[in-house]
């Protein structure tokens, strides 16, 4: 998949600190009043002209393992001076449910705002540089409070424009009604997963992506993507949807517990600033020249068994199979980007970012 996204629209926004785009905020009894979940965070804290996403979590670090199966809203309540996540269907909202929280760097966030322009039959259609004509676009959705949205949203590409819907099929909507939307800034990646036979478990999919395998820190937002017309992808998904970590893998399940559907598709901004660790101590391997132009240097306290690099699609570019505390690698035939370097030792494995020039 090509790169996507260098810009979105011309926002002004706070600018981040790398480790504060992605976070997790957990509700608690001292976040919720009924049916919301207050957020604190410095950037979102009283700011009604913020952007982030949100995407259910069952046990992110700090979470709780507790299923949420309601859908999500966001909206900015002026007497709390913050934002909130707040159930579609009034209900209280279930203590210690978790969320994935993503706010873009400036220039990768933006409101949509259906209107008579962008209403089109049961459609908002996106009408930006980077989603016209762009079928690889990977972009993220959340409703903003106007009026409740009680519907499970996807994103659908007609040959020119990409589309939000609602996933029953049916509701249209209505002029005024509002969504965030955020796509992968300098510390994110975008990716698409497809869920097939292979990866399908129960009411779950495994993802395999070298950001978030064997890394229980991993972070990422996702959106249904129905996908381009007459693709074997064009399945409708009015689930609620939530991420999981089973040990070794992340996955997408559905948060009724139901099966898992062949040929869904999901739009994926994944956070690349938690590099994983499993079972290994703190900087044990180190990778220099980074950035790099000819060759790479990576070194450890501990023997270094093997040493995979994969793209940001996760497509596997170079494996190297070592015996050695020291590896050099000459990657001067690499097109200039930005790789993850999965490095596996006696001791474990550690994940690394990479920069070719």
């Given at each position: ?134 079928p690889d676009a990977v972009v ?88 381009e017309d007459s693709t074997s ?90 015996n050695a505390t020291a590896v ?30």
């Amino acid at each position: 998949m090509k790169t996507i996204f260098t810009s979105f629209l011309l926002f002004v926004l706070v600018m981040l600190n790398a480790q504060n785009e992605f976070f997790v905020h957990k509700a608690t009894s001292s976040t919720i009043v009924g049916y919301a979940t207050l957020i604190d965070h410095p950037y979102l804290n009283n700011n009604p002209d913020a952007f982030f996403v949100v995407s259910h979590a069952w046990n992110p670090p700090g979470g709780s393992s507790v299923y949420n199966n309601k859908i999500s809203g966001l909206f900015y309540s002026i007497e709390n001076s913050g934002w909130v996540i707040y159930n579609q269907d009034s209900s209280n909202l279930i203590v210690d449910s978790s969320y994935f929280i993503y706010i873009p760097q400036s220039g990768y966030g933006a409101e949509l705002t259906a209107s008579a322009t962008n209403i089109y039959g049961n459609y908002v259609i996106l009408d930006y540089p980077y989603t016209n004509n762009n079928p690889d676009a990977v972009v993220i959705v959340n409703p903003i409070y106007t009026t409740y949205i009680n519907n499970n949203l996807g994103l659908w590409y007609d040959g020119n424009n990409w589309k939000l819907y609602n996933e029953d099929g049916t509701t249209g909507f209505t002029i005024g009604q509002k969504f965030m939307i955020g796509v992968a800034g300098n510390n994110q990646v975008a990716y698409r997963h497809q869920a097939t036979v292979a990866n399908i478990e129960s009411n779950w999919t495994v993802i395999d992506h070298p950001l978030l395998n064997n890394n229980p820190n991993g972070k990422f937002v996702f959106t249904h993507n129905w996908g381009e017309d007459s693709t074997s992808s064009n399945v409708l998904y009015d689930k609620v949807a939530g991420a999981w970590y089973d040990g070794s893998r992340w996955c997408i399940y559905n948060e009724d517990q139901t099966n898992f559907t062949q040929n869904l598709m999901f739009n994926l901004v994944i956070d690349t600033t938690t590099m994983g660790v499993e079972d290994i101590e703190a900087s044990q391997t180190t990778i220099y020249p980074n950035p790099v132009v000819n060759d790479v240097h990576i070194t450890s306290k501990n023997t270094i068994e093997e040493i995979r690099i994969y793209n940001m699609t996760g497509e596997e570019i170079l494996k190297n199979n070592s015996n050695a505390t020291a590896v050099q690698l000459n990657v001067s035939k690499l097109p200039s980007g930005v790789y993850v370097v999965v490095i596996k030792t006696s001791k474990g494995v550690e994940t690394k970012k990479l920069v070719k020039k």
